[in-house]
């Protein structure tokens, strides 16, 4: 089984990276699917490093969270988890829940970032709407705020 220390590893590989990689991005989703007992630790760890990024790193913190979120639905989905926030261990559906509570905060720090490249990367082409309605990730209120 994957550590969280692992997790924290691939997360920092995805986004102080020059470019997206696919095969980091990939790396990053299958060692998080395997710590999802750890949902809790997962989820702050996002948190903290997407706030100590620089606005341009910011833009692959975002896509890390789009394609975990993605991966955690999916997983939850086909297995037909529920997400119970009380139970000791974590699993796709908490961590979705976990990630949902801190999405206002991920994009209030978009937003304040003041970088227009950034909020183009994550909107500006609809990013953010596109992952509402055809991936059900982000709430609907995200792509208001960021072109606000």
């Known amino acids: 089984m994957a550590t969280v220390e692992a997790f924290e590893s691939a997360l920092k590989e995805v986004v102080q990276a020059k470019r997206l990689s696919q095969s980091k991005m990939a790396s990053l989703t299958e060692v998080a699917l395997k710590c999802?007992?750890?949902?809790?630790?997962?989820?702050?760890?996002?948190?903290?490093?997407?706030?100590g990024l620089s606005p341009s790193a910011k833009v692959w913190s975002l896509y890390a969270f789009d394609a975990l979120a993605r991966a955690a639905r999916n997983r939850a989905n086909k297995s037909n988890m529920t997400g119970n926030l009380s139970s000791e261990k974590g699993n796709c559906a908490t961590f979705l829940l976990k990630i949902e509570g801190i999405l206002d905060g991920l994009f209030q720090d978009l937003i304040l970032s003041g970088s227009d490249e950034l909020k183009r990367s994550a909107c500006g082409k609809g990013y953010c709407t596109h992952c509402r309605n055809s991936r059900n990730i982000w709430p609907s209120y995200a792509d208001r705020t960021l072109q606000a």
């Open 36 to 51: 999802m007992d750890n949902d809790t630790q997962m989820v702050s760890i996002l948190y903290r490093t997407h706030k």
